[in-house]
């Protein structure tokens, strides 16, 4: 099921919430949490309710397995839970891997050794990707947990399933979901935090609906046809693409996060203005923060972190941003796109002098060349394909913008409003797309994340009218329902 759908939004969402309350309020706690857990599932299972059978067989599972670790004492059984652990995230990533790589792996072998193996062309399940890592993650603190953490086969299970972070991050840690799903002074309704929690949903909505799809479907013309691109297309579908995915995955961030406030959870923020970052090491503190959390955790601190020198520690990094672009994607693409942040986290290091003497203007312009040079291999259907678009920049023959990918962003009532002024229905598709450059540039630079604005629109007079006519806006704008970009990770 889709946030930006009318079936979510009217239907689901009000009926998840009054029965989690009603249920809550009547003290009825469990079943409150029974009802929070039946409710997710549904959410999960809407587009193919076969994949419930994947997701409620992996959590059971991975639940026998955490039980079957504690049925070991910590330090005379530490080496029985350590195989055990190690078995079950084994299991874990097998059966990722069995869903996200296979078609891969095999594509290749025919590639590269002329065999003849049949695609299995499996579809990708939903989320698979987000609650495999929460389990992997709590497998591995559940062998460090020596008296063992407690958790109910119905609390663990809600903590998998929660909707709001279940198909898209982000990746939350048992200790931070779990206390709060248990704590009882969460449970009634707050309307403090349904009136932020809302704001928050509307702002992320609005960076979906109103500005991601948009500049998507420029980047989608462009990208369906690279060969004709010259420089400045070219040049705008690497820039339009970039936009897209910051305002694809901040829009479900946050909407994430209001979700979590509307039933008084709070969910760890996973996106924090990354385009605002100085250098690429920053870019990654501030964008998928959990990911990066999860990597460091259970990659690189493992593997030795900083500590082992210099060679090691680049060797870490290399590592861990390999990993990245395979759990972002099975293809070559995203193991290069990973491979180039790598690569340049490790230049800043070697450069740490040079580029902290460099003007804050130049860093943040090399360092945002950088990401969008990187994110046109993330979006190209190959590598051959992204060397197609930076090549045509590179040619530097600069002419007009197509009007194949001005109209990409003509939208109905744009074209209603501006064919009332005589004179512009000739310009208004490139009045339109310079229009929404520079409104995503002031967001993206120049304004405080979603979170801090709803969390402050209380006080502020007109927040409650902006956030309803920005909700008005975007449920008119439903038409062209797409998918979030991370869907398909």
Known sequence: ?????????????????????????????????????????????????????????????????????????????????????????????????????????????????????????????LGISFFTFQQVSFLADACQAGGGMGYSLLEYAAYVAFFPQLVAGPIVTHDVLVPQLRDRSRKQADWGNLSKGTALFVFGLAKKVLLADVFGNAANWAFSDVGSLNATTALLAMLFYTIQIYFDFSGYSDMAVGLGWMVNIDLPVNFASPYKALTITGFWKRWHMTLTAFFTKYVYIPLGGGREGAARTYANIFIVFFLSGLWHGAGWTFLLWGLMHGAAQVLERLCRKWWGHMHPVFSWALAFGFINIAWVFFRAGSISEGLQVLKAIARMDFGGVSSGMAQAFSQPEWQFLLGQVPGLLEAYPYCIMLGYCVAAFVIILGMPDAKTVAENHIQKKLAPAVVAFLFVWCVFSFGGVSTFLYFNF
């Not at 929070?36 to 059978?53: A, E, I, R, T």
């Open 1 to 125: 099921m889709l946030f930006n759908s009318y079936i979510f939004i009217f239907l689901f969402l009000p009926a998840c919430l009054c029965g989690y309350f009603l249920w809550n309020h009547f003290k009825c706690y469990r079943m409150g949490l029974l009802y929070l857990l039946c409710m997710s599932l549904w959410f999960y299972g809407y587009f193919n309710p076969k994949y419930l059978v994947l997701i409620t067989g992996s959590i059971l599972g991975n639940y026998g397995i955490y039980r079957l670790i504690n049925r070991f004492p910590a330090k005379p059984g530490a080496k029985v839970r350590k195989i055990i652990t190690i078995a079950g995230i084994t299991l874990n990533l097998a059966v990722l891997g069995y869903f996200k790589y296979t078609d891969f792996f095999l594509e290749n072998i025919n590639r590269f050794f002329g065999q003849d193996f049949n695609l299995i062309n499996i579809a990708l399940p």
